[in-house]
């Protein structure tokens, strides 16, 4: 991949051809006054051949800032942030043409949004995205784009509904729980499998667990509520009946098996927490389309041809 981000540098504009010097076509060739207006011509020609100044973009003092002063400076502040954004919306517009989402889904999308926000002109609707950080129409569909193939890729829109909100309050507020942390997937199966057959959750967590806070205490952590956990663990967690072993769940420690082992009500009422729970749904949310956008860009083949972003690569695999 090659990106140039110098945009500002004029191109010489084409000359026209010139006409036949030959006397056979040009009767008046050799008469001074026609020769005169000949060197003209080719004096007016040569400097349209010079290289044209680059345009200036602002005047400081007198002193001219031209473009490809300011864009040498853009790519050398904000070049790599802008590439590695160009690289994101090339692996996005990929998975969408592999999930056969199209612009017309796009154009729905924001229809929709339109919509909502009781919005019918389009011109209202663009300023109204200005003020939110969306500066054009095409970065707005991107970010659509993006949206849709997320809304794939996870199987939810990210937006939870009070019904999802009143399932979530019946989970409570906090729970005592206790885990056995493992470095992989097949050890933590290993583990599941040996407390199905009715092996002491204390003593597996003493011999398996990598949790060298809890591991000698039984796995126990104590009794916790929303957001003081990792997302993928305090998502698993809440959905389990009290005394259920989890499947193993991956966080970036490892692999977790999780037992609830008691659970406190709220003591507010469900309106009084809505909006916490609705934080913390999102926030599980989120960590999951950061996970997938993760792996989407690992497994992406990206090759940076400019020598000047070479650090970028080593952020691929």
């Known amino acids: ?31 001074p006054d026609n020769a005169n207006e000949n060197d003209a011509v080719d004096n007016l020609e040569d400097e349209n051949n010079l290289e044209e100044e680059p345009a200036a973009v602002a005047e ?12 040498e400076a853009l790519r050398e502040q904000y070049g790599e942030n802008v590439l590695q954004v160009l690289i994101q919306e090339k692996v996005f517009e990929k998975e969408a043409e592999e999930l056969g ?15 909502t926000m009781g919005i019918e002109e389009e011109e209202e609707f663009y300023t109204m995205m200005e003020m939110q950080g969306v500066q054009s129409e095409s970065e707005l569909r991107k970010r659509v784009l993006q949206h849709l193939v997320m809304q794939e890729m996870t199987g939810h829109d990210g937006e939870f509904s009070e019904e999802d909100l009143r399932e979530e309050y019946d989970r409570g507020a906090e729970l005592t729980a206790r885990h056995i942390l493992t470095g992989d997937r097949e050890t933590a199966e ?41 997302p993928p663990f305090e998502a698993a ?12 769940v991956q966080s970036q420690f490892g692999y977790h098996v999780i037992e609830v082992t008691d659970r406190t009500p709220f003591d507010e009422p469900f309106e009084e927490v809505q909006d916490q729970l609705q934080q913390s749904l999102s926030d599980r949310y989120q960590y999951q389309v950061n996970r997938i956008q993760e792996s989407m860009m690992d497994e ?5 041809l400019d020598e000047d972003f070479q650090s970028i690569s080593d952020d691929q695999p």
Do not use: W
């Not at 017309?104 to 229809?111: D, G, M, N, P, R």
């Not at 057959?197 to 039984?218: H, K, N, T, V, W």
């Open 60 to 71: 400081v003092n007198g002193e001219l800032i031209d473009e490809q002063t300011f864009h």
């Open 190 to 230: 290993e583990v599941l499998d040996q407390l199905e057959e009715g092996e002491s959750f204390a003593d597996l967590a003493e011999s398996y667990s990598q949790d060298p806070g809890s591991s000698s205490e039984g796995g126990e952590l104590g009794t916790f509520g929303r957001g003081t956990m990792t």
């Open 101 to 115: 989402i199209t612009e017309e889904e796009v154009q729905a999308e924001i229809s929709y949004l339109m919509d």
């Open 237 to 248: 967690a809440f959905l389990l009946e009290d005394g259920e072993y989890s499947e193993p």
């Open 300 to 304: 992406a083949d990206v090759t940076i």
């Open 1 to 31: 991949m090659k990106t140039v981000l110098l945009i500002g540098i004029l191109l010489l504009a084409a000359c026209s051809e010139p006409e036949s010097d030959s006397t056979e076509n040009n009767p008046n060739a050799t008469d």
